[in-house]
C-alpha cells in the first residue's frame, strides 16, 4: 500500500534534504560528465546550497511523504530545478512533481543538459517536446537544450533562466535544470 504523501512549499526545515538531494544527483549524474572534483568535492556542499536557497524557499517545493524525497524549483513557468532522492528514482515522485508544476503553476519550460537523455526521456514522456534551441553551459564545452510543453505558446515568458541558476549565485554552479527527475524519471537530474 501506498504511503499518503503531499506537495508543499518547502521551508527552512526542509533545506538540509533539498541540499542533499541535488548534491547526490550532481555528484552522480553530472560529475560522469564534467569531472571537476574542485566543484563537485569542494565548492558543492550541503551547507553552501542551504546558505543560497535560504531566501528561495517561496519557489521550492517537496514531495513530501513523512521524509522529503524530491523538490522542484519553479520561476514562473519555469522548471528551474527537479530531483528526487537517486535511491527513490522509479517511484513516480519525479512525475508527481512535474504534474504539480504543470498543474498548479502553468510549468511550461525548462532547460537540460544535451547529454542527458534520461532527463529528455522523462520529459518528453509528460508532453514535452526539445524545441531545437540550445546554449553552451557556461564554461564547459556541454550545451543545455530547451524543451517546452506541447501546445504552450512560441515563445515562453520572460524567464528563461538558465546562465546560471539563483539557488546557486556565488558557486562556480553548473546550472543544469534538466537534470533532476528525468533519469527516472530524471533531474532534470536523474528521476
Given at each position: 500500500m501506498e504511503k499518503e504523501f503531499t506537495i508543499r512549499r518547502a521551508n527552512r526545515k526542509d533545506l538540509s534534504r533539498i541540499a542533499e538531494i541535488q548534491v547526490f544527483n550532481y555528484r552522480l549524474?553530472?560529475?560522469?560528465?564534467?569531472?571537476?572534483d574542485a566543484y563537485y568535492f569542494a565548492e558543492l556542499?550541503?551547507?553552501?546550497?542551504m546558505r543560497a536557497y535560504e531566501s528561495e524557499t517561496d519557489s521550492l517545493y517537496v514531495y513530501d511523504d513523512g521524509v522529503v524525497k524530491g523538490f522542484i524549483k519553479i520561476e514562473g513557468t519555469y522548471i528551474a530545478r527537479l530531483f528526487v532522492e537517486p535511491v527513490l528514482q522509479h517511484a513516480s515522485i519525479g512525475s508527481r512533481l512535474l504534474e504539480y508544476a504543470m498543474r498548479e503553476h502553468d510549468a511550461n519550460h525548462l532547460w537540460a543538459l544535451e547529454k542527458n537523455e534520461g532527463a529528455i526521456r522523462f520529459y518528453e514522456r509528460h508532453g514535452f517536446a526539445v524545441t531545437g534551441e540550445k546554449k553552451p553551459e557556461e564554461g564547459t564545452s556541454e550545451y543545455l537544450?530547451?524543451?517546452?510543453?506541447?501546445?504552450?505558446?512560441?515563445?515562453?515568458e520572460a524567464n528563461?533562466?538558465?546562465?546560471?541558476?539563483?539557488a546557486l549565485k556565488g558557486m562556480n554552479a553548473r546550472s543544469i535544470p534538466g537534470l533532476m527527475e528525468t533519469q527516472h524519471e530524471t533531474d532534470h537530474c536523474q528521476q
Open positions: 549524474y553530472f560529475y560522469p560528465i564534467f569531472r571537476s556542499s550541503v551547507p553552501a546550497l537544450v530547451l524543451l517546452k510543453k506541447k501546445g504552450s505558446p512560441a515563445k515562453p528563461l533562466p538558465g546562465e546560471d541558476a539563483p
